[in-house]
């Protein structure tokens, strides 16, 4: 490892570009003990709006611990992980998806790829209600993270 391998505060452009480059991560939410409770997740970040968005099923124990207490954090490396981000905030959490193509349905399926066939997307929707899908939303209100310099010489 080089000598002087210093860690080096991220821009918020890097952190934003760090969160976008990347769609896995682990969230922290707080269980009653006061103990973390960590959960890898798939997620979604919306620069414009400062938001990450993350779809989970409605009997997850991450969504009972974020309706206790909604404070939450999402760490993710990049893919050598020299360089991560934690996003922080408090997460707001959607109703359920009660049937296909309602709200939160179409706000899910805005978090996936296009699908090909308009008949895929419907299949989408009806498989959101049928798990009890929902979103977890956290509007960041810190976004910190660093960078080691060049790791070996």
């Known amino acids: 490892m080089a000598e002087n391998a210093e860690p080096r505060p991220l821009t918020d452009d890097e952190l934003s570009k760090l969160l976008a480059a990347q769609r896995f991560g682990a969230l922290a939410t ?10 890898t997740v798939r ?3 919306d620069a414009e709006q400062h ?3 993350i779809s989970t ?3 997850r124990l991450k969504v009972r611990q ?8 999402l760490y993710v490396a990049s893919d050598d992980f020299w360089s991560y981000v934690v996003a922080e905030g408090e997460a707001e959490l959607s109703p359920v998806s009660a049937e296909p193509g309602d709200e939160v349905g179409r706000e899910l399926l805005a978090m996936q790829p296009a699908f090909a066939e308009p008949v895929d ?11 009890r899908r929902l979103v977890i939303r956290l509007p960041v209100t810190r976004l910190y993270g660093t960078a080691l310099s060049v790791p070996f010489e």
């Open 121 to 131: 997307e419907q299949t989408f929707l009806r498989q959101m209600v049928a798990d």
């Open 30 to 39: 707080n269980r009653s003990s006061g103990h973390p409770h960590l959960s």
């Open 43 to 45: 997620y979604d970040w």
């Open 57 to 59: 099923v409605a009997d």
């Open 66 to 73: 974020l309706h206790g207490d909604p404070r939450c954090a």
């Open 51 to 53: 938001v990450i968005r």
